[in-house]
């Protein structure tokens, strides 16, 4: 009996094509699966809204650096904004008056200017005459570790360096003023 010898044709173009089309969905479907993981992730990290404030150093547009870790033993207000957020442009002046009011008394505000461009966000600031410290978050490090979930958002950190409160999206003056005078009552 001879054994028969069954040669496989080479593959096609078709073929060879159908394959590298397979490898390709299966890329993007890992990928896709992968950013859904993080997003997961993140949605259940939720806000960051106690606990340590993380560290950052910001490269102001005026010029220097302002460090977070340097303003321990003062009440900070971290403000997250973009030129081209609408609540943020309406409620900059009033921010503007509460930083005059309460720059005296121990209380720095700074502000982190969040997936704007340079010439969008020195000219908001000079619209609205913005004299608190300010600088852009460059790649978003600083906004991704507070987790912040857009703009306008608050932290409000005590003199040990703990996030006490976040406001996010606009609200009333009182509700800010209520925060810097809890936090200003503590004893150092």
Same mark, same amino acid.
């Given at each position: 009996?001879?054994?028969?010898?069954?040669?496989?044709?080479?593959?096609?173009?078709?073929?060879?094509?159908?394959?590298?089309?397979?490898?390709?969905?299966?890329?993007?479907?890992?990928?896709?699966?992968?950013?859904? /993981?993080? %997003?997961?992730?993140?949605?259940?990290?939720?806000?960051? *809204?106690?606990? !340590? &404030?993380?560290?950052?150093? #910001? +490269?102001?547009?005026?010029?220097?650096?302002?460090?977070?870790?340097?303003?321990?033993?003062?009440?900070?207000?971290?403000?997250?904004?973009?030129?081209?957020?609408?609540?943020?442009?309406?409620?900059?002046?009033?921010?503007?008056?509460?930083?005059?009011?309460?720059? /005296?008394? %121990?209380?720095?505000?700074?502000?982190?200017?969040?997936? *704007?461009?340079? !010439? &969008?966000?020195?000219?908001? #600031? +000079?619209?609205?005459?913005?004299?608190?410290?300010?600088?852009?978050?460059?790649?978003?490090?600083?906004?991704?570790?507070?987790?912040?979930?857009?703009?306008?958002?608050?932290?409000?950190?005590?003199?040990?360096?703990?996030?006490?409160?976040?406001?996010?999206?606009?609200?009333?003056?009182?509700?800010?003023?209520?925060?810097?005078?809890?936090?200003?009552?503590?004893?150092?």
């Amino acid at each position: 009996m001879i054994d028969e010898v069954v040669a496989t044709p080479p593959a096609t173009a078709g073929q060879k094509k159908s394959l590298w089309q397979r490898w390709l969905v299966w890329g993007f479907l890992l990928a896709f699966l992968a950013l859904l /993981g993080w %997003g997961l992730y993140r949605a259940q990290a939720g806000q960051l *809204d106690h606990g !340590p &404030a993380p560290d950052f150093t #910001l +490269e102001l547009f005026e010029g220097g650096t302002f460090r977070l870790s340097e303003q321990r033993g003062k009440v900070v207000m971290v403000d997250f904004w973009a030129s081209w957020c609408i609540p943020c442009r309406q409620e900059a002046s009033m921010l503007e008056a509460l930083w005059q009011a309460y720059r /005296g008394r %121990g209380v720095v505000f700074v502000g982190v200017a969040y997936a *704007d461009t340079e !010439p &969008a966000a020195r000219a908001f #600031l +000079e619209e609205f005459g913005i004299t608190y410290p300010n600088g852009p978050d460059l790649g978003t490090r600083i906004s991704n570790s507070y987790r912040m979930q857009g703009v306008p958002e608050k932290f409000f950190i005590d003199r040990q360096g703990q996030i006490r409160a976040v406001i996010i999206g606009p609200t009333g003056e009182s509700e800010y003023h209520q925060q810097l005078e809890v936090l200003l009552a503590e004893p150092d």
